[in-house]
């Protein structure tokens, strides 16, 4: 009987955590898209971080960017920030049994200090892009990495472009400095 009120309790949490990320889509017309691991280490390896810098993810979705990057620098400050909530909490879980020391904030990417960081990892929508130049613009430090996967900003040039394999062939990761 407990195993069939566990699996129920179980149901419901499932359902209910779909039904809260349908409703927030209403209100937040973000998608939710995975950054493959491979597309991570390649930005990390063009940032040529040196292992004790600050490195924002915007957008972190599950998290998995950051871990990556703290598991390759255990002395980097890995700090993320998501924006729904139901992925903020699946990233939180994953950040819990990954055993890193890494920050995942519930905030919009727009909203998030970005003064103190060494290097920005982004995936975000076009429509988001004009916003978040403008805010780095303001905020950044000169000399602060930025790498984008699949879409530019509207009015910088890139440092670097890679070309790296996607489904259909391939998309550009770009690696802006400020």
Known sequence: MLLVDLFLICMIVFILV???TTVAHIWVPVPVVPTPNHIIETALTMAKLK???T???LGAGDGRALIIAKKRYPKITAIGSELIPTVWLF???RIWLSKQDVTL???DARKQDVSKADCIFLYLIPGIMDDIQKKFDTELRPGTKVLS??????SKKAAEEKDVPWITGTRKLRMYVW
């Open 18 to 20: 779909i039904v809260v």
């Open 51 to 53: 292992g004790n810098e």
């Open 55 to 57: 490195f924002l993810d």
């Open 91 to 93: 990233g939180k879980l």
């Open 105 to 107: 904030l519930l905030c």
């Open 149 to 154: 996967y699949a879409f530019a900003f509207p």
